[in-house]
């Protein structure tokens, strides 16, 4: 019987491809499109470091010739972040938020695909994990102060997955932290960073200190009581159903589950947009923000 190439070596040959400047754009981006498929499991996402591939990665995304090209490799970087602590320790030791946030801007090479495709990894970054969502406000980095503009974003899209980005930042943990008698071996494996350290997800504090820090809320609660219009002339008026709806459920998280407080502006803020698209849709609570009676007022009430 003759055994197929491993996974180990088709990621080598795709990665050969994808870095060969030799090869045509459709050859590199069919490489690393293979490569993403490949490293959706979680034992070859866990072999770009033991292959020594994280390095060639950032590289394209830095220096690939083609905003296609830096856009398949963000995606393929985003995919082997996703729920995995030990890739994203790997990936982190390549300093790459500054890179990742700088996508953020928007500009001829940062193309609403590219904005799209770096929250997506950023968010793999992120997710449950407090050390890099810390250095989100180093100076050279300057993440919040980015996120906060990707939420008046002209695509609709980024600002979405910014605003959608935040809100699972904002979740708390709701894990128990360990028996201080617990004395069960780690195992090396994929999660053995988080088992090692459980406040290791814990990203909600240090984004409830961002948001207001950084005028994130007010963002927030300025992108849905006055939508700042769309499109690259911003010639798309708002609002946008499914922006509100996220917005609401960053603003109830922030509110209700993690019991943060609001300003008296934003209070009154939001209780007279509150009343003014109730007044025009009184189906708007569940309809359009997804919300249970109950869950609304215990919101209403944090901004009465």
């Known amino acids: 019987m003759i055994l197929g190439k491993s996974d180990a070596e088709l990621m080598k040959e795709d990665m050969s491809v994808a870095v060969d400047d030799a090869q045509p754009e459709p050859s590199r981006i069919d490489a690393l499109d293979h490569?993403?498929?490949?490293?959706?499991?979680?034992?070859?996402?866990?072999?770009?470091?033991?292959?020594?591939?994280?390095?060639?990665?950032?590289?394209?995304?830095?220096?690939?010739?083609?905003?296609?090209?830096?856009?398949?490799?963000?995606?393929?970087?985003?995919t082997a972040l996703q729920n995995n602590p030990a890739a994203q320790d790997a990936y982190a030791s390549y300093d790459p938020l500054p890179v990742l946030t700088a996508f953020l801007a928007p500009s001829p090479s940062s193309t609403a695909q590219i904005r799209s495709k770096a929250i997506y990894t950023l968010s793999g970054l992120l997710k449950h994990n407090a050390p890099a969502v810390a250095a989100l406000s180093r100076p050279e980095v300057d993440g919040w102060e980015k996120l906060r503009e990707a939420l008046q974003d002209p695509d609709l899209g980024v600002r979405r997955k910014a605003l959608f980005l935040l809100s699972t930042l904002l979740i708390p943990n709701t894990l128990p932290p360990p028996a201080s008698d617990s004395q069960h071996p780690i195992?090396?494996?994929?999660?053995?960073?988080?088992?090692?350290?459980?406040?290791?997800t814990n990203t909600s504090a240090?984004?409830?200190?961002?948001?207001?820090?950084?005028?994130?809320?007010?963002?927030?609660?300025?992108?849905?009581?006055?939508?700042?219009?769309?499109?690259?002339?911003?010639?798309?008026?708002?609002?946008?159903?499914?922006?509100?709806?996220?917005?609401?459920?960053?603003?109830r998280t922030y509110g209700v589950a993690c019991n943060g407080q609001f300003s008296t502006g934003q209070k009154e803020t939001l209780s007279a947009w509150f009343e003014a698209e109730r007044k025009s849709d009184p189906n708007v609570v569940s309809d359009r923000w997804g919300l249970s009676s109950g869950e609304f007022e215990a919101l209403a009430g944090k901004v009465a």
């Open 35 to 78: 490569l993403e498929m490949l490293i959706e499991q979680i034992d070859n996402a866990n072999n770009l470091e033991k292959l020594q591939m994280w390095s060639p990665l950032q590289k394209l995304i830095t220096s690939a010739p083609t905003t296609a090209i830096k856009m398949q490799a963000l995606w393929v970087i985003g």
């Open 187 to 200: 195992h090396a494996n994929s999660h053995a960073a988080a088992l090692a350290d459980p406040s290791r």
């Open 206 to 251: 240090p984004t409830m200190q961002a948001l207001a820090a950084h005028g994130i809320l007010d963002a927030v609660i300025g992108g849905l009581a006055h939508p700042v219009p769309s499109g690259n002339d911003g010639d798309v008026p708002g609002p946008d159903a499914d922006f509100e709806e996220k917005g609401v459920a960053l603003l």
